[in-house]
């Protein structure tokens, strides 16, 4: 048992990935900043949502 937390063992949860296991991004947090730069390399490499990442070229 955890002295401090008063549990036997903290769970892996979501964080471990199997290997080989592709995680998505959830939700991101930026500046407006950022964003216009990302807003900027996506027009210039013609991507979209649903594009793949493999072809991102900054």
């Known amino acids: 048992m955890n002295q401090y937390s008063?549990?036997?063992q903290k769970?892996?949860?979501r964080l471990h990935n199997e290997p080989g296991e592709v995680k998505r991004l959830r939700k991101i947090r930026l500046t407006d900043t950022?964003?216009?730069l990302l807003a900027e390399i996506t027009l210039k490499n013609q991507?979209?949502?649903h594009s793949s990442a493999s072809s991102i070229k900054a």
Do not use: Y
């Open 6 to 8: 008063g549990t036997k």
């Open 34 to 36: 950022a964003w216009e």
């Open 47 to 49: 991507i979209t949502r």
């Open 11 to 13: 769970s892996q949860g």
